[in-house]
């Protein structure tokens, strides 16, 4: 579902699916892992982790203009370099646990060699795989994502329809000491400036409940003492000392080029300082952007002169609003759709109410009716 659905009142028009994939072309696709229960036994489980995948051109070998931006960076997103570099995103884009990073990598470089999607005369690549902490509530030194899982997420990404909350990546995650996971949004412009799409995917794993704030409304205020997460005594020290992290990723039909990327990955700070992260000195906040409009043929390397269309950017204040708004709503649609969860020596991490959710938006006459 999502948190329209509840009455929730967001600003800016959605998209069909009001996700990501409303941006023609792109694709996401879900690994779920979720196993066992009981005490932690590592290499064992309680297993509750996953891996996501999105791909900007669907299942091909195209590179598109993309852009990066580390609001604070206590966090991994491998191929970032090339990418700020070269300004260039060629192949998937990954999320998943801290400590499955090198795993997707290296897997994706396998899947894209496997189905011939690599161009040029060499075969190489530098995937960007992106990661936020599970360890509350998965067996994180288990080792569990294998190749096999980050197969099955590029081979079944599909577009429409987007699962939220307890899936792939986000299975494990935790949002204002809620349930988290992923959630997406999108925005469509008005005629005037195009009719451009703007589309989020977030993997929420981050914040404090006291900062939680819903369309203006201070839910985490009101809920502050409860349903907090029940952590075993072991762990609990660490718990209060880590903030978590947030992974968002933007695509856009819109042609930019990617310095005007790179700005539009620094406006996912303004939907996300809207529900209450403002970058803890703890937390990887790491933001990618990517433009589906120009499509770059590398292959030609003899051709001088390239030409590649690109917005004025006297107009490009919409997109900015767009992308605020829909990295809003997304995290708000991962806290809707997750789900209560126990994990290792039964920590457990409660869904976001949706009866008190609504009882709370009622009282500060900001639920639409």
């Given at each position: 579902?999502?948190?329209r659905?509840l009455?929730i009142?967001?600003e ?14 792109v694709l996401?696709?879900?690994?779920t ?9 590592v290499?064992?489980?309680?297993i509750r ?9 669907g299942?091909?070998?195209?590179e598109?203009f993309?852009?990066?931006?580390a609001?604070?960076?206590n966090g991994?997103m ?9 300004g260039?995103?060629k192949?998937?884009?990954a999320?998943?646990?801290?400590h499955?990073?090198?795993?997707v990598?290296?897997?994706?470089v ?6 011939n999607l ?8 530098l ?6 902490h599970d360890g509350?509530?998965?067996?994180l030194n288990?080792f ?8 099955d997420a ?11 909350g307890?899936?792939g990546g986000?299975?494990?995650m935790i ?5 988290g996971?992923?959630g997406?949004s999108?925005r469509v412009?008005?005629e ?14 981050y914040?404090w409940?006291?900062h ?5 409304v201070p839910?985490?205020?009101e809920l502050?003492?409860?349903?907090l997460p ?13 903030e ?5 990723v933007?695509a ?6 990617p310095?005007q990327?790179k700005r539009?990955a ?14 803890h ?12 409009a ?9 051709k001088t002169?390239?030409?590649y269309t690109?917005l004025?950017?006297?107009l490009?204040?919409p997109?900015?609003k767009?992308?605020?708004?829909a ?20 920590n457990k991490?409660h ?5 008190k959710l609504v ?9 639409k009716s």
């Amino acid at each position: 579902m999502k948190a329209r659905d509840l009455g929730i009142p967001f600003e800016g028009t959605p998209g069909k699916n009001n996700a990501i994939s409303d941006v023609e072309g792109v694709l996401v696709g879900h690994s779920t892992i979720i196993e066992g229960e009981g005490e932690l036994v590592v290499g064992k489980g309680p297993i509750r982790t996953g891996v996501s995948t999105i791909l900007p051109l669907g299942k091909t070998a195209g590179e598109v203009f993309a852009g990066f931006f580390a609001y604070n960076g206590n966090g991994e997103m491998t191929g970032s370099h090339w990418l700020e570099e070269s300004g260039h995103l060629k192949g998937p884009i990954a999320i998943t646990n801290t400590h499955s990073v090198g795993l997707v990598r290296d897997a994706i470089v396998e899947w894209l060699f496997t189905n011939n999607l690599f161009r040029g005369r060499v075969f190489w690549g530098l995937p960007v795989v992106a990661e936020t902490h599970d360890g509350w509530l998965n067996d994180l030194n288990g080792f569990h994502i294998k190749k096999e899982h980050v197969f099955d997420a590029l081979d079944n990404a599909k577009s429409g329809e987007i699962l939220e909350g307890n899936v792939g990546g986000g299975t494990g995650m935790i949002c204002h000491q809620f349930k988290g996971g992923i959630g997406t949004s999108s925005r469509v412009l008005d005629e005037e400036f195009s009719g451009f799409t703007v589309g989020v995917l977030v993997q929420a794993n981050y914040g404090w409940r006291s900062h939680l704030t819903v369309s203006g409304v201070p839910v985490g205020k009101e809920l502050e003492n409860e349903l907090l997460p029940e952590i075993n005594a072991v762990y609990e020290n660490i718990q209060r000392e880590s903030e978590g992290s947030i992974i968002v990723v933007v695509a856009t039909d819109a042609p930019l080029l990617p310095y005007q990327l790179k700005r539009i990955a620094k406006r996912v700070t303004a939907g996300l300082a809207r529900v209450g992260g403002y970058g803890h000195n703890g937390s990887g906040d790491i933001f990618i952007a990517f433009s589906t409009a120009n499509k770059i043929d590398s292959t030609d390397r003899n051709k001088t002169v390239k030409n590649y269309t690109s917005l004025n950017d006297n107009l490009i204040d919409p997109l900015f609003k767009a992308t605020a708004e829909a990295t809003e709503e997304s995290i708000i649609n991962a806290l809707v759709n997750a789900q209560t969860m126990k994990g290792i020596n039964d920590n457990k991490v409660h869904a976001l109410p949706h009866d008190k959710l609504v009882e709370i938006m009622k009282k500060y006459n900001r639920l639409k009716s």
